[in-house]
Antibody, heavy 119, light 112 residues
Framework: EVQLVESGGGLVQPGRSLRLSCAASGFTFDDYAMHWVRQAPGKGLEWVSGISWNSGSIGYADSVKGRFTISRDNAKNSLYLQMNSLRAEDTALYYC????????????WGQGTMVTVSS | QSALTQPRSVSGSPGQSVTISCTGTSSDVGGYNYVSWYQQHPGKAPKLMIYDVSKRPSGVPDRFSGSKSGNTASLTISGLQAEDEADYYCCSYAGSYTFRYVFGTGTKVTVL
C-alpha cells in the first residue's frame, strides 16, 4: 500500500525550531519529487516547499523562504522539513505529498502533522 | 505569490451540474497547462481529481471534468451526488524552472 506518514509536529514557542519528517512506503521513493503543503485551521491549502528526486531542484513559498529547509534521504525513504524562526502564522496541519507520475499534481497525501506556534 | 481566486461556495441539487472557477494570472494558470484540482472532505486529506487541466486519474468518476481559458481554469461536476459535497481546491504550477505552486482559495460545494 502506498503510504506517507508525517511526524514531528507539536506545540512550539515563536522563534523556536521544529523538524518534520515524512516516512514513505509502497513506492520507489527516489523516483519522485516530494512536497510539503500546509493548511491553517479552518483555512485553505498552501504549498510550502518541493524537492526533486535527487535534491537537485528545490523551491519554497515566499512565506517560508529563508526560514524553512526541505531535504530528503532516499536511503531512508524519508522527507524532512526543518522549520526555523517559527511564527504564529505557521500554525497549520502540515501534509507531505508525492508528485504524480503522469502529470503535474500531487497524487498521494499523508494525514498530516499539526504544528502550533504559540507562547 | 497570491492565491488563485475561487468562489467561496457553490451549490446544486442532486443530478444538476456545478462549475467552479479558478482565476490566476499569466504567471500561473495562464502560463502553463498544469492545473490540478483536489477534493477535501472534512477532517480528511485532499484527493487528486483532475491534473494537467483536464485529465482524470483512474478511479475518479467521469462526472468530474476540467478546462481552461486564458487565466481561468474550471472544474465542472455533472450529475451532482451527495458524496460530492466537499471543499475543492485548484492548484497551478507557477514555477519558471523551479518548484513553485499556488493553490486556490477553495470552494465549498453544497448538495441541496
Amino acid at each position: 500500500e502506498v503510504q506517507l506518514v508525517e511526524s514531528g509536529g507539536g506545540l512550539v514557542q515563536p522563534g523556536r525550531s521544529l523538524r518534520l519528517s515524512c516516512a514513505a512506503s509502497g513506492f520507489t521513493f527516489d523516483d519522485y519529487a516530494m512536497h510539503w503543503v500546509r493548511q491553517a485551521p479552518g483555512k485553505g491549502l498552501e504549498w510550502v516547499s518541493g524537492i526533486s528526486w535527487n535534491s537537485g531542484s528545490i523551491g519554497y513559498a515566499d512565506s517560508v523562504k529563508g526560514r524553512f529547509t526541505i531535504s530528503r534521504d532516499n536511503a531512508k525513504n524519508s522527507l524532512y522539513l526543518q522549520m526555523n524562526s517559527l511564527r504564529a502564522e505557521d500554525t497549520a496541519l502540515y501534509y507531505c505529498a508525492k508528485d504524480w507520475a503522469l502529470g503535474d499534481a500531487f497524487d498521494i497525501w499523508g494525514q498530516g502533522t499539526m504544528v502550533t506556534v504559540s507562547s | 505569490q497570491s492565491a488563485l481566486t475561487q468562489p467561496r461556495s457553490v451549490s446544486g441539487s442532486p443530478g444538476q451540474s456545478v462549475t467552479i472557477s479558478c482565476t490566476g494570472t499569466s504567471s500561473d494558470v495562464g502560463g502553463y497547462n498544469y492545473v490540478s484540482w483536489y477534493q477535501q472532505h472534512p477532517g480528511k486529506a485532499p484527493k487528486l481529481m483532475i491534473y494537467d487541466v483536464s485529465k482524470r486519474p483512474s478511479g475518479v468518476p467521469d462526472r468530474f471534468s476540467g478546462s481552461k481559458s486564458g487565466n481561468t481554469a474550471s472544474l465542472t461536476i455533472s450529475g451532482l451526488q451527495a458524496e460530492d459535497e466537499a471543499d475543492y481546491y485548484c492548484c497551478s504550477y507557477a514555477g519558471s524552472y523551479t518548484f513553485r505552486y499556488v493553490f486556490g482559495t477553495g470552494t465549498k460545494v453544497t448538495v441541496l
